[in-house]
């Protein structure tokens, strides 16, 4: 596609749920990167892949996170048994070999 | 570990006024890459500039240059003739070893106001 397109672009869900969120990346974009934006600070990486390989996910908080990118190219983020802590803007970006990062809109988590 | 640091929560500009925002950095990797973003209230991320450690000239986009002072460690974004559309959250960000493309850490970020 022409950008980074997440889905959905608000999730609501009750404590104690799980969510998946999606990141479709640029076509071809070798690199996909997870982070997590809490209001009025900066984004904090998370995890990200190479190709369908998670090459780093030091920044996951803990085991309830967890992501894949099992064909290379669509990514999803899954969350389970969700916190309220976990309310945040989640961002993917992709990159391709030095072209830079390309950010998508972003998911708004909000778990009440 | 790696550390990037905005110590201007927030600032106002008068339009047509230059602006400088703060950028320090704490790596011991001697390659590294630093990037500034620009988040309007819409909440997308824009790519302004990036700056890579062994380039020899500061680089510019347009209204945009960056002053780096690898001495100091610091990447300060200009941000020339401020316009009302420049109001926005801006971030600074580091890349190690930029050839392999890994994580970026960004900064705290920096809330400008430009008024007419």
């Known amino acids: 596609g022409a950008g980074v397109s997440q889905s959905p672009r608000y999730k609501v869900t009750k404590r104690g749920q799980d969510v998946a969120l999606r990141c479709d990346p640029i076509?071809?974009?070798?690199?996909l990167y997870w982070y997590r934006q809490a209001l009025g600070q900066g984004p904090e990486f998370l995890t990200y892949?190479?190709?369908?390989?998670?090459?780093?996910k030091s920044g996951l908080p803990n085991d309830r996170f967890s992501a894949e990118r099992p064909e290379g190219s669509i990514s999803t983020l899954t969350i389970q048994r969700t916190e309220q802590r976990d309310s945040a803007m989640y961002r993917c970006a992709s990159s391709f070999a030095g072209t830079g990062y390309t950010f998508g809109s972003g998911t708004r988590l909000t778990v009440v | 570990a790696q550390k990037i640091t905005q110590t201007q929560p927030g600032m106002f500009v008068q339009e047509k006024e230059a602006v400088t925002l703060d950028c320090t950095y704490d790596?011991?990797?001697?390659?590294?890459?630093l990037f500034w973003y620009k988040q309007p209230s819409s909440g997308e991320m824009i790519f302004l500039i990036y700056?890579?450690?062994?380039?020899?000239q500061n680089a510019t986009e347009g209204r945009y240059s960056l002053n780096f002072q690898k001495a100091r460690k610091s990447a300060n974004l200009v941000i020339s003739a401020s316009q009302l559309g420049d109001s926005a959250m801006y971030f600074c960000?580091?890349?190690?070893?930029?050839?392999?493309?890994?994580?970026?850490?960004f900064g705290a970020g920096t809330q400008v106001v430009v008024t007419p």
């Open positions: 700056q890579g450690s062994y380039d020899q």
């Open positions: 960000a580091m890349i190690l070893s930029p050839e392999s493309w890994g994580k970026l850490q």
């Open positions: 076509s071809g974009h070798v690199s």
């Open positions: 790596t011991s990797d001697p390659s590294y890459g």
């Open positions: 892949f190479n190709y369908e390989a998670q090459q780093d």
